[in-house]
């Protein structure tokens, strides 16, 4: 057998080379771009529905909880520290020109003399910015509790109706009556979103009590007919239910004064939209009480030091001063001048400046628009630069998931900024 020997000067064959993959057509990526960028966005849409549905109820009950803890302070502050019978007083109807009773005929036999009855006196405690902070909170701040026990309802309510208000619980429109006194006590709430306190408000029937708790007292009062409760106004209701109304957002009417003492419940209509607003009236089953007149002329005496320049201390009279630079202490309160403008209620403070609008805090704020795309861009930038670095950076699959991941954190975080400001520019539901 002949041996067969290999020249060792001979050299190795090279080894072939790796086919060369071949160039994806441009098609081809372009339809792979668009496809993940639709993967995508269908992520984010998922996102921001289970923000909606879930992360902002999280926030609502955040709130709640503090301004549950505002209302108890509250409270505690206004019966510790002064005479609740300071911080009301009852509602007198005015007589007759005549000098009669406001209502009803009074038989002559039984008539009594008529006297003159005294402008009753009394003892006011010091006026303070932190007495009147009790009595009028700052928009956004606890003002009252509402509880519906037919719709398992039990909230704080803010006062004001802004976006910002609305985030926190149901919001009383600042110009009209607040609740338990004379007139037209108005309040909002969202159906769908932060804690949905009004979800239900469609349930309600006639005769369902209503409580509302303020540092006035208790008050309480019934759902009423929709039929008897807007009898004058039907023409204007375009769908009437067995405790509600429907309405365009543009019936500002149903804010307004209808002879009575009543509690009036607005959200949007139908759920997850604001194409129309849902109405729901109750009366007051209780007396109605008032801010007292002290409080309510030194509130607009705040307020109006708060738009202008504070006076000299020498500029205010005897009468606001007791003759000193020191606040009103135990004094006898007196009747207002007659050639003076007064306010009789705290209601028309507000009223003087803007009207109330069933659209304000259900409308959206446009302003958002812009910076939730900025967000939203910024979160995009930070998830794609996490990928861009993975591929760069380590060729492997665990050191392109850790990058991946690192630029997830700023990722979520913005887009967190991103879904608050897209539902403060979307209406209401």
């Given at each position: 057998m002949t041996e067969i020997v290999v020249d060792p000067s001979t050299p190795d064959e090279p080894e072939p080379s790796p086919a060369a993959k071949p160039e994806v057509p441009l098609l081809a990526r372009i339809l792979?771009?668009?496809g993940?960028?639709?993967?995508?966005?269908?992520?984010?849409?998922?996102?921001?529905?289970?923000?909606?549905?879930?992360?902002?109820?999280?926030?609502e009950a955040r709130a709640q909880d503090d301004l549950r803890t505002e209302l108890s302070d509250r409270f505690q502050t206004i019966s510790t520290a002064f005479d609740p019978a300071l911080l009301t007083a009852p509602v007198v109807d005015p007589p007759d020109d005549d000098g009669g009773a406001a209502t009803g005929d009074t038989d002559i036999d039984s008539a009594q003399p008529t006297t003159t009855v005294p402008v009753p006196t009394t003892t006011v405690p010091e006026v303070n910015d932190e007495?009147?902070?009790?009595?009028?909170?700052?928009?956004?701040?606890?003002?009252?509790?509402?509880?519906?026990?037919?719709?398992?309802?039990?909230?704080?309510?803010?006062?004001?109706?802004?976006?910002?208000?609305?985030?926190?619980?149901?919001?009383?429109?600042?110009?009209?009556?607040?609740?338990?006194?004379?007139?037209?006590?108005?309040?909002?709430?969202?159906?769908?979103?932060?804690?949905?306190?009004?979800?239900?408000?469609?349930?309600?029937q006639p005769g369902d009590e209503i409580t509302v708790t303020s540092i006035q007292g208790e008050f309480t009062y019934r759902v009423l007919d929709p039929n008897l409760a807007y009898v004058d106004n039907l023409d204007?209701?375009?769908?009437?239910?067995?405790?509600?109304?429907?309405?365009?957002?543009?019936?500002?009417?149903?804010?307004?004064?209808?002879?009575?003492?009543?509690l009036t419940l607005t959200a949007c209509h139908p759920k997850l939209s604001s194409r129309q607003r849902i109405i729901v009236a109750a009366e007051l089953v209780d007396d109605a009480v008032a801010i007292p007149e002290w409080a309510i002329q030194a509130e607009a005496s705040r307020r109006i030091e708060r738009a202008e320049a504070p006076p000299e201390p020498g500029d205010l009279g005897a009468d606001e001063t007791n003759g000193s630079d020191d606040p009103v202490v135990g004094t006898e309160a007196t009747a207002p001048d007659h050639d003076t403008p007064t306010t009789t209620s705290i209601s028309d403070l507000d009223s003087e400046t803007a009207a109330p609008d069933l659209d304000e805090g259900l409308s959206g704020e446009r302003d958002a628009i812009a910076p939730a795309a900025a967000w939203m861009l910024a979160a995009i930038g930070f998830w794609y630069a996490g990928g861009w670095a993975g591929r760069r950076v380590d060729a492997t699959w665990r050191g392109r998931l850790g990058l991946r991941l690192v630029g997830l954190l700023p990722a979520a975080i913005c887009l967190w900024f991103s879904f608050e400001l897209i539902d403060r520019a979307l209406p209401a539901g």
């Open positions: 792979g771009a668009t993940r960028a639709l993967m995508f966005a269908g992520v984010v849409v998922f996102l921001f529905a289970a923000f909606q549905l879930w992360g902002t109820n999280l926030q007495l009147l902070a009790l009595l009028f909170p700052e928009d956004g701040d606890a003002l009252a509790q509402i509880q519906i026990p037919s719709i398992e309802v039990d909230k704080v309510v803010v006062d004001g109706v802004a976006v910002a208000d609305l985030r926190k619980g149901p919001g009383h429109y600042s110009q009209t009556a607040l609740p338990g006194n004379a007139g037209n006590a108005s309040i909002a709430g969202h159906r769908t979103t932060y804690g949905a306190p009004f979800n239900r408000i469609d349930e309600l204007q209701v375009e769908a009437v239910g067995a405790g509600h109304i429907i309405v365009r957002p543009s019936a500002t009417w149903v804010l307004g004064d209808f002879g009575d003492d009543r």
